[in-house]
């Protein structure tokens, strides 16, 4: 069994030590959690902890089963939303279209990234102490940042579909064939992959001390940070460089190819087309807006800009509002949605 003698040195009881660890905000006289020598792996990295305490939205005590009923029912109503388009884009062939197929994948992912998040979060708010181990922050901060990021990109790609139908509708058929919009999803979930690799493995690197409330309702990049007992500079330039790129390059896919579409819509002579081109983009800009907006507040602002909990607010928007939003979204507008569920009712009754 290791003992906190043998795992750290003399010098951390020095007062330099204890300076640093105030400057830090971590507590030196409080025992950290320490492996025993089967649970190698959790010193590989030279982390101590063993297991992170997720506080949650609130302390409130008055306030835990509201929450819980509410994003109960939220989380509900996304499993059910998300899985009810998925199943009718499946079934029927005339939803077998670029658009749908873009919205297949949007659902899917909103799905798992929802998934992801909040059962750990309902389990915050009726249990004293939320604990996630080790292994599984890091499990669920990747696979958070898998599917987030491959949100951005599926709807980059939706807005450039939106393009190709509005404004170059004669070609459309050619340039939103399977394999380009194949290629494009293949390509947001690479992308994906790549930047949750590298978002992960930069945090892997840390040292987690004594600090092992995470304060926040999952296990996210900028509370980690602030739980780490060594430099985090690497970590910050890594998430405004990588982050920002993820965030800052579909935005500008997504204005320009809007500033387009804009322009296409004025110069519709008719103002029942005008209308109706409007309505087949109008659900995609309030997502984009919901979704990127709440993401560039969380992760793209000054340190010193705001506090941790209006970020836990932003998370709830992008991570728990915008999953159950999409498929109300995109279908109570639709019309070939709203067919297509009357149609796999029917065929169920008969």
């Not at 992170?52 to 009923?69: A, W």
């Not at 898998?146 to 980059?156: A, C, D, G, N, P």
């Not at 170059?168 to 058929?173: A, N, Q, S």
């Not at 985090?232 to 896919?253: A, C, H, W, Y």
Request: hydrophobic content about 45%.
């Amino acid at each position: 069994m290791y003992t906190r003698s043998s795992i750290i040195p003399k010098a951390f009881s020095s007062p330099y030590a204890i300076f640093v660890y105030g400057s830090l905000g971590l507590k030196h006289s409080s025992a950290p959690v320490i492996r025993s020598s089967g649970e190698g792996p959790g010193l590989a990295n030279g982390s101590l902890v063993t297991e992170f305490i997720l506080k949650g939205l609130t302390d409130e005590p008055d306030l835990q089963i509201p929450l819980f009923l509410l994003f109960l029912a939220i989380y509900t109503t996304t499993a059910l939303g998300n899985l009810g388009l998925i199943v009718l884009v499946i079934l029927n062939p005339h939803l077998h279209t670029p658009m749908y197929f873009f919205l297949f994948n949007l659902s899917f992912v909103d799905l798992c990234y929802s998934t992801v998040i909040t059962p750990k979060m309902l389990v915050n708010f009726v249990v004293s102490r939320n604990v996630i181990s080790y292994e599984g922050c890091m499990t669920q901060l990747y696979f958070f940042c898998f599917f987030v990021i491959s949100e951005w990109y599926v709807l980059t790609s939706m807005a450039y579909d939106r393009y190709a139908a509005i404004c170059h509708p004669l070609v459309y058929g050619t340039s939103m064939s399977p394999k380009v919009c194949s290629s494009l999803v293949l390509a947001s979930y690479l992308m994906a992959l790549c930047d949750a690799t590298i978002h992960t493995g930069c945090v892997l690197r840390l040292t987690f001390c004594e600090a092992d409330t995470i304060n926040h309702f999952f296990c996210d990049l900028i509370p980690l940070l602030q739980l780490s007992c060594t430099s985090t500079r690497v970590n910050e330039v890594e998430i405004f460089i990588v982050g920002g790129k993820d965030i800052i390059l579909p935005s500008l896919v997504i204005f320009v190819s809007y500033g387009f579409i804009l322009s296409s819509i004025f110069r519709i002579r008719s103002t029942q087309g005008r209308s109706r081109a409007f309505s087949t983009c109008s659900s995609h800009i309030v997502t984009v807006s919901l979704f990127f907006g709440s993401c560039t507040f969380m992760y793209l602002k000054p340190s010193s800009a705001g506090t941790m909990d209006e970020g836990k607010i932003s998370s709830v928007i992008y991570t728990i509002v915008v999953p159950m939003l999409n498929p109300l979204i995109y279908s109570l507008r639709n019309k070939d949605v709203k067919v297509a569920l009357i149609k796999t009712l029917s065929r169920r009754k008969f």
